[in-house]
């Protein structure tokens, strides 16, 4: 047995996220407390510790290390070895060699932590009422970096010289801002004024607050330089605001997001389990999905038609200042104009958005990295993402398997991501979103570099989408590499839902999507394939249909109805169409389909959804992505809340590997005819394609003998069908793994195709 009192010395090695996370300083006062002697440093695999002392008091400090890290660290694990005494005379801090700075991972935007709220609100604190506060535990980091290693030096705020006071803090181990990169205050840190259209000062540094509370009361809408990006900014009880809003940034029904003040004011509106309050209050800060109260009494026109709203509380000083005024709940929706991407900078956004905007909460901050809102959801208990950015991102994800060359997947063209990937890690970027305009292009391309530069990574490999006109594979192309991997859009969604998984052997992959380029040339999206990260097999799919008109029939659903109706009845089918939508919308249709113009085939999961959206008459013209096919699962949503369930299913047939709708179309317009309720027919056209997906996956596993089962695709966002499916496989034994790291829709893709491109080297 050893003397509790002997000195003793350990070498303790901590690996994960431990670096710029202020890991250093906490180690330095913990030995501190503890009276130990020794040194800790950055390494180039996480953090070393050197330290000796009494044995009692050593095994103390590391159970402190493992049981209460410093808020940011994520510790993966921990060594020590013993070594003879060296007798330190003192604990120091090594400083970090530039070298070692390189290897580090640049850490993600941190929200706004509880002490710098309260010094911000504490009129004797230097730092009262100042919107640029942080500290070691919280504050911009990704968005502002230029370059590795993550020092003041290398990001926006290199500019601003560190008065005498911020200096000695950041020098100051035992200050929370002790090596804070973004430190600053009042004296010497960014400023903040106002402006009008026209660019003209309105209200500066002192002012700004009031005048921003009376014009929000006026109805006015403000841009705000946030953290990422501006955000537009109304009062989300005025009905008027939000109309204008919408009007102005043509946007008529694409649900907005609100930030509140506090959880209190979320639960005014919606319900809050433990999970979605601590996905608020948590350092990520993401917008979540949350379900309104049955009277919610904020406008309809945030959501209009949807059960949902996505909410965020203050994550930056800015914004929780904002929230000392009149207003409990504020719009905050992204400064973008229509699908082009977020502005970041003061000229842009004059330029850009003046015609949206009233005035312009401005600031000398640079946005290095244009970052999003993340937008979360819980489902059945996990995290499911919509989008993956601010707070997540850089975000690293072990892989099963390892790649000795540097892979970049670029991701794919409407809701993109791009992927890194290193050794057995990947790294997600920021939500790049759509590629498909010259701004979008641009956007992805000197994300990508930015990216690189951070993770000092050379791509040797990169894979891209197999579609031949996407711009995001232009983009990939023009980056030089040794090798370019194309990759079938769902082959991608699969391999991405095992990587995430770590699963190596073969599965069976469900994906129900929108629409991705397919092997024939035709445009696929409801797949049961079977494979692995290097191959796959098209064992099920929806039977084609046309899209008739290319891309205006995803946009105008009643097109993709009348196509269905025509293509799969035939005469019957346009007598049904011309009764619903008029015989003047749908002979030109017809007409189209027949001469075979412009009408690819597509099999998309989310155009079947669309087809029986509009027969239903829920959605005819879609006014964002998804449109049809939400309003249409809102309407399961409906019928819970009117205690109206059933499991009964529209007949379907499965011939070879294609799956035939006609019986569930000619079922669902008979049902319609009858005067069922349109929330039942819905119901049991969920039910149809979750009966469908089982039916195959259970002949698919029978055929291989495979037992995994993964979900991807957008339409794994609908919550009914995802977990009714995955209760349904799981209880039947089979092991059904979904999306939690990454999105489910495209915003997932690039993780598997960099999954597809590390399989071929
Ligand atoms: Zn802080
Ligand atoms: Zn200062
Ligand atoms: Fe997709």
Redesign the pocket.
């Known amino acids: 047995m050893r003397n509790n009192s002997e000195v003793t010395r350990y070498v303790i090695k901590i690996q994960g996220t431990v670096q710029g996370v202020g890991f250093r300083p906490y180690v330095y006062n913990r030995a501190i407390d503890l009276n130990l002697k020794g040194k800790v440093f950055n390494s180039s695999e996480g953090v070393v510790i050197d330290v000796e002392g009494p044995y009692e008091n050593l095994a103390k400090f590391l159970e402190t290390l493992k049981k209460n890290p410093p808020p940011l660290a994520r510790i993966e694990s921990v060594e020590f070895k013993e070594l003879p005494l060296f007798n330190y005379p003192s604990f120091f801090i090594v400083e970090s060699r530039e070298e070692d700075g390189k290897k580090a991972l640049i850490p993600p935007d941190v929200g706004i932590c509880e002490e710098c709220k309260r010094d911000i609100l504490n009129e004797k604190d230097r730092r009262y009422m100042y919107p640029f506060t942080n500290c070691t535990n919280c504050g911009p980091r990704f968005t502002i970096v230029t370059s590795i290693p993550y020092d003041r030096e290398k990001t926006s705020m290199k500019k601003f010289r ?2 005498e ?2 200096e000695r803090e950041y020098h100051d181990p035992e200050d929370r801002r002790f090596h804070a990169q973004p ?7 960014p400023k903040l004024w106002v402006v009008d259209r026209g660019g003209n000062l309105v209200a500066g540094e002192n002012e700004w607050l009031h005048f921003v509370w009376e014009v929000l009361k006026k109805g006015k809408i403000v841009a705000i330089k946030s953290l990422g990006g501006f955000h537009l900014a109304c009062n989300a009880k005025d009905e008027e605001a939000i109309r204008n809003l919408r009007l102005r940034k043509r946007r008529p029904r694409k649900p907005l997001a609100v930030m509140c003040r506090d959880l209190d004011t979320v639960r005014k509106y919606c319900f809050l389990n433990e999970e979605e309050e601590a996905l608020l209050l948590s350092s990520y800060a993401p917008i979540v999905v949350l379900r309104k109260r049955p009277d919610f009494s904020l406008p309809d026109n945030l959501s209009p038609g949807i059960s949902t709203l996505g909410v965020m509380l203050p994550y930056t000083p800015l914004h929780v200042l904002l929230f000392l005024g009149p207003f409990d709940t504020l719009v905050m929706t992204s400064g973008n104009v229509s699908e082009l991407p977020i502005v970041i900078d003061n000229e842009k956004a004059l330029e850009e958005l003046s015609q949206i905007c009233d005035f312009f909460v401005l600031h000398d901050r640079d946005i290095v990295n244009r970052c999003d809102d993340s937008v979360v959801k819980i489902v059945d208990g996990k995290i499911g993402f919509f989008r993956l950015s601010r707070g997540y991102v850089p975000k690293p994800i072990s892989l099963p398997l390892s790649s000795f060359l540097p892979i970049l997947a670029i991701g794919g063209e409407m809701k993109n991501n791009f992927c890194v990937v290193k050794e057995n890690r990947a790294f997600m970027s920021q939500y790049i979103g759509e590629i498909d305009t010259e701004e979008g292009k641009w956007n992805l391309l000197s994300s990508v570099q930015n990216f690189l530069r951070l993770l000092n990574l050379e791509p040797e490999v990169i894979a891209l989408d197999s579609h031949p006109g996407y711009l995001s594979s232009e983009v990939a192309l023009s980056i030089p590499a040794k090798m370019y991997v194309k990759c079938q859009h769902h082959h991608a969604h699969m391999t991405s839902c095992m990587a995430e998984n770590g699963i190596v052997e073969d599965v069976i992959g469900v994906v129900l999507d929108g629409t991705g380029y397919g092997e024939d040339g035709n445009f696929w999206g409801f797949e049961i394939l079977k494979g692995n990260y290097s191959s796959y097999e098209r064992v099920f799919h929806l039977a084609y249909c046309p899209l008739p008109g290319g891309e205006i029939a995803i946009k105008e659903p009643w097109r993709m109805a009348t196509s269905y109706l025509y293509f799969f009845l035939r005469e019957e089918g346009i007598f049904y169409g011309e009764e619903i939508f008029g015989r003047e919308r749908v002979r030109p249709i017809v007409e189209i389909i027949e001469k075979n113009f412009n009408s690819p085939l597509t099999c998309g999961c989310g155009r079947f959804f669309d087809a029986v959206s509009a027969i239903l008459g829920i959605c005819e013209k879609s006014t964002y992505e998804g449109q049809a096919a939400i309003e249409l699962g809102e309407l399961v949503s409906e019928a819970h809340k009117k205690n109206v369930e059933t499991d009964d299913f529209y007949p379907y047939e499965i011939r070879e590997e294609v799956i035939l709708p006609e019986k569930t179309i000619l079922a669902i317009i008979k049902d319609k005819e009858k005067g069922l309720s349109p929330y039942l027919i819905s119901l049991k056209f969920h039910n149809t394609i979750i009966q469908i997906v089982k039916e195959c996956v259970e002949k698919a596993s029978r055929r291989f003998g495979i037992n995994k089962v993964v979900f991807s695709g957008g339409t794994f966002h609908n919550e009914y069908i995802l977990i009714k499916l995955k209760r349904l496989l799981s209880s039947n034994g089979y092991e059904v793994y979904t999306h939690e790291k990454v999105p489910t829709n495209d915003g997932g893709i690039a993780l598997g195709q960099a999954m597809i491109a590390l399989s071929k080297i």
């Open positions: 560190m008065c006071e911020c430190i600053c205050c009042r004296k010497c840190g």
